[in-house]
């Protein structure tokens, strides 16, 4: 009887180890639902650390976002035209989207001056109390559209470098174009090699 229940044993902890880690990788990526796409026809190409870039003149026109920010405030996208803007998609109960938090923060602070602007998008918190102590919590100095329901995630066009993921970060060029996106966690490296060439574009 012994030699039954064993095999059983070491077949649940291993389908037990494997559903732990399914349900890792999809904790913070499952819930854009409708902003899958890409395609054959796009312009877009993926390097080896996860970032894609699209090459000037084959950008395609972020949307022109409106809403209100986490304190109530209207906020537009458009506001930042001229601006290189780091748009930031994130959530107060997304593990990732803590441990990049600082990150954000520190190169939003350091290209400033050079004409970078920061915009988060607040997405699936149903309320503001723990976005507003998730930017406390972190320093986020920058505002936030708040995005309970994804509305405004799924205006970005598809086959474009849209948001697929919680965290997901593009990087727009003054022009308003995506130019840049990481569906994944960045750190301040990343972020610098996604900003530094838009910086250098004339």
């Known amino acids: 009887m012994s030699l039954v229940r064993a095999p059983?044993?070491?077949?649940?902890?291993t389908g037990a180890g494997v559903l732990a880690a399914v349900l890792t990788l999809s904790a913070c990526s499952g819930d854009l639902k409708g902003t899958s796409g890409g395609g054959n026809d796009t312009n877009f190409v993926t390097g080896t650390?996860?970032?894609?870039?699209?090459?000037?003149?084959?950008?395609?026109?972020?949307?022109?976002?409106?809403?209100?920010?986490?304190?109530?405030?209207p906020l537009a996208l458009a506001d930042y035209k001229?601006?290189?803007?780091?748009v930031n998609v994130w959530a107060s109960w997304c593990a990732p989207c803590r441990g990049e938090a600082k990150d954000l923060e520190k190169v939003a602070t350091e290209t400033k001056d050079k004409g970078v602007a920061f915009v988060g998008i607040n997405a699936r918190d149903d309320t503001v109390g723990a976005a507003l102590e998730f930017e406390e919590d972190y320093g986020v100095s920058y505002p936030s559209f708040?995005?309970?329901?994804?509305?405004?995630i799924l205006e970005?066009?598809?086959?474009?470098?849209?948001?697929?993921?919680?965290?997901?970060?593009l990087v727009l060029d003054r022009d308003g174009k995506i130019?840049?996106?990481?569906?994944?966690?960045?750190?301040?490296?990343?972020?610098?090699?996604?900003?530094?060439?838009?910086i250098a574009e004339k």
């Open 49 to 73: 650390g996860g970032i894609s870039t699209v090459a000037k003149g084959k950008r395609t026109a972020a949307p022109e976002l409106t809403g209100k920010d986490l304190d109530g405030k």
């Open 8 to 13: 059983r044993r070491t077949l649940l902890a």
């Open 156 to 169: 970005f066009p598809k086959g474009s470098l849209h948001p697929q993921a919680i965290p997901t970060t």
């Open 146 to 152: 708040h995005d309970p329901i994804g509305k405004l």
């Open 179 to 198: 130019a840049a996106r990481a569906l994944r966690p960045v750190d301040d490296e990343m972020l610098r090699s996604m900003i530094d060439p838009l």
């Open 82 to 86: 001229g601006k290189i803007t780091v």
